[in-house]
């Protein structure tokens, strides 16, 4: 709508001008209060969009420095992480210098080396829950890509369907392989040299035999252990464990010496349901010769076992553990028994009574045992193995004659092979001297096979039977002695008769001295050296009326006390010295008598058939697959066109990470100890590397924080010229645009004075 009221050129000039000040000065007030000299896009379309797309990516990058820092935090968790888990290898190195220092084989150090093993793997154990509980926001750094290779299950079904053998796995497993296991060794069984010769030594017994074949379903690797008690002029008691069963035999100073005055042996032995065979002989003037012991102490002896299990890989190598190796240098044991190899490490579980089971081994015998072994030279020889399919114990036993007083043996022996079962049995004629095995041809399930036998002959009448002198043989024993006197007859004696009672197993030889006086009494005195004698007073007269010269005698004491012997003298032996006044005579002789042989000591031996084991194998391959779930990505730019991309590092003790193993073989030998040693050094510097690469991850992402806060300062300074207004300028202007206001007010006042002069006409 116009103006209806018409204003003067200079009202309205003056107007006009008033507006555009007031409109100036409004302006700036608004700078003024807001500081900006653009606060709209009306106020300058170019200026302020510039600005806000300035504002909007500093504001973009000031969000991302959030996301940054924690990023920074996640990698400094991983960082703390890794620094706890080379505390805790710094332990598991200590423990394995703590093992290295007990590297005996006595029983302290083998228990030491295990508890050692034992928190070894719970280090290892701890070094997983450490890196598990590294975990910040999410993200776990130091856990890796997930990716696992593991055994298959079908496989672990194979090996452990192998008899005696459980458990199967691989552990530490770094790429693909197979393992396969196998079991041989027919379970032969010796002792350690070393441990005999010391037992010998220090328990002052001798000629200690260990041997036989470990039973298919109740062996056990134990060591044997000898306990003696029984000080100086005490009985003796030994107490031989293995495993779980002892047997406990004493020796009584009664014993000793008939043995001692018999010029013979004690012999011990035992046989373990096991399947090991123990023997040594008794003597306790070496037994209480032993320095420092006063007759007590206890010997054990490492049983070796003809036993390999064997694990080989795709690449043809080849890892054994071997029963008849020393405590120290892989020996197979019960249990669990590892098996390093570069691709992992494969662990079976072996039960010691069944494992034999699954071994493959050619037909073989053993030494022979029993307190009578000493009859066989050697080991018996099986001359057609593959014709033995099943396990035989033969027992030998002998029928003796044709005693030989010169050599203290017998010429002949009827020599059986009883093999107890299907093996039948068979006899041989064998002599003394004969040089040549013995062939027992056996029968029935041991299918014809051949046995050689070569014998021991002076011990062959200990496992013999006989039975005691007859008169004839007894008579022509006698001997007369030099140192006779006067002229008495050479042969005194015209026969021997009755004999009873002598000791068993040995030959008594009997001394008689006899002198006739000038009265014509025959003084006879009988010793057998054995602590028995017999003394009497005989005449021609008394002893015709006695019956025909007959002397009756019966020893009294010793070892033969109450055995009974007649010797009948020639009357001429009796008489010629009746006449008053002649010289006496004097004549010595001796006169042998051999007890009956009753086998008191046996020998057997085994022999074990053929078998032909199985075996079986152990597949590694990728179980899970990899993902980088845990890897962190950062981003640094608002458009996502610059990232840092931090992979997670697996610290782990498996295979994929640090490829530490738990305690191979119990740290068993010095091997086991160096591998886990390898094994931490390697490990040390992967977590070097680790940390290496969290670090340089670290120093880039910590220097594009400060980068983005000082950029998004930047952006913000710029955005800021684009828009600020000048504080100075801005005053300035108000005081100038209030005075043109003013001003402008005076001259709209002036130019109203000329209207007002009309008014003042009326």
Known sequence: MANSVQLTASIRSNLLLLQTTQTSLDRTQTRLSTGNKVNSALDSPTAFFAAKSLNQRASDLTSLKDGIGQAISTINAGDTGISAIQSLIDRANALTQSALSNLGTDANSVETRQSLAQQYNAILRQIDKQAGDASYAGKNLLVGSGLRLGVTASSQLDVNALAGISGATVTNVTKADTYTVSVAGDGAISGDAGDIANAANDRGISNIVVNGFASTSKNTLSDITVK?????????????????????????????????????????????????????????????????????????????????????????????????????????????????????????????????????????????????????????????????????????????????????????????????????????????????????????????????????????????????AASAEIAGTIQQQSGASGTLSSSPFTSVGTVSGFAA????????????????????????????????????????????????????????????????????????????????????????????????????????????????????????????QNNLTVQLNETNTSIVNVVSQNVQTNGQGLAIDQAQNNWGDRSDIQNAIEQLTKASNLLRTASSNLGTNLGIIQTRQDFTSEFANVLTEGASKLTQADQNEESANMLTLQTRQQLGTIALSLANQAQQAILRLF
Request: hydrophobic content about 35%.
């Open 505 to 628: 197993n040995q030959v008594s030889k009997l001394s008689v001295d006899v002198t006739i006086d000038t009265g014509g009494s025959a003084h006879i005195n009988v010793s057998d050296g054995l602590g028995g004698s017999f003394s009497t007073v005989v005449t021609a007269a008394s002893a015709s009326a006695a019956g025909g010269n007959i002397v009756s005698i019966t020893i009294a004491g010793g070892t033969n006390a109450g055995a009974k012997l007649n010797i009948a003298f020639a009357d001429s032996a009796l008489s010629q010295q009746g006449s008053a006044g002649t010289a006496a005579s004097h004549a010595a002789f001796t006169v042998q008598v051999r007890g009956a042989y009753t086998q008191q000591r046996d020998a057997k031996f085994d022999v074990r058939g053929a078998h032909s084991g199985t075996d079986a194998s152990l597949t590694t391959k990728q179980l899970v697959d990899a993902s980088d």
């Open 228 to 468: 003696l008690s029984g000080g100086e002029g005490k009985d003796k008691t030994f107490t031989v464990t293995e495993g779980d069963e002892s047997f406990t035999t004493t020796f009584t100073q009664a014993e000793w010496k008939t043995a001692k005055d018999a010029g013979t042996v004690l012999k011990f032995s035992h046989s373990f349901a096991s399947g090991t065979n123990l023997s040594f002989d008794v003597d306790f003037d070496s037994i209480e010769d032993v320095p420092d012991t006063a007759g007590v102490g206890t010997s054990t002896i490492q049983k070796n076992i003809n036993l390999q299990v064997s694990v080989s890989n795709l690449a043809g190598e080849t890892v054994t553990r071997d029963g008849l190796q020393s405590v120290g240098n892989g020996k197979v044991s019960d249990g669990e028994n590892s098996f390093s190899f570069g691709t992992g490490t494969a662990r079976v579980t072996l039960d010691e009574r069944q494992i034999l089971q699954a071994s493959t081994y050619t037909a073989a015998a053993s030494g022979a045992y029993g307190t009578g072994a000493a009859a066989v030279n050697g080991t018996p020889t099986l001359v057609t193995t593959t014709s033995v399919t099943v396990d035989e114990t033969f027992n030998l036993t002998a029928t003796a004659s044709n005693f030989n007083y010169a050599t203290g043996n017998f010429d002949l022996f009827s020599v059986s092979l009883d093999g107890q079962g299907s093996a039948g049995l068979n006899t041989k004629a064998v002599s003394v001297g004969n040089a040549n095995n013995v062939g027992f041809t056996s029968t029935g399930a041991i299918n014809g096979g051949s046995i050689d036998i070569s014998f021991n002959y002076n011990e062959l009448k200990y496992i013999a039977t006989a039975a005691a």
